[in-house]
């Protein structure tokens, strides 16, 4: 399974900003006053908020619907993974290079 993120310039700028990173591997177990890691523990303060960031997002996305059909082109999530850009040239390629919705569908 791949991973991936965007991200906006000015997100990543302030990205840039966080000064404690913790490189002790993957979390192994989350305890009342510690985070057990591969590597090592880290402490936690009282109250702590934890987030689990690693849930697949794109989790098997597809589309239930045919991106075209006669007239219309119905956007999706993105047609490759992480990349709109790419998504969005790949419909004007099929758009531009094919005039049956039902073959241009059978392309994605």
């Not at 006053?33 to 880290?42: A, V």
């Not at 006669?70 to 790419?86: E, K």
Request: hydrophobic share 35%; charged share 20%.
């Amino acid at each position: 399974q791949c991973r991936g993120a965007l991200i906006r310039t000015a997100d990543l700028h302030l990205l840039r900003t966080v000064q404690d990173v913790v490189r002790l591997g993957r979390v192994t177990a989350v305890r009342p006053n510690r985070l057990e890691l591969e590597k090592g523990t880290m402490p936690l303060e009282p109250g702590s908020l934890l987030v689990d960031c690693t849930a697949c997002g794109t989790g098997g996305y597809t589309a239930n619907y045919d991106v075209w059909s006669p007239g219309h082109i119905r956007l999706s999530s993105n047609l490759t993974l992480f990349n709109p850009s790419h998504s969005s040239a790949l419909v004007a390629y099929i758009e531009t290079t094919s005039t049956d919705a039902a073959a241009k569908n059978k392309f994605i």
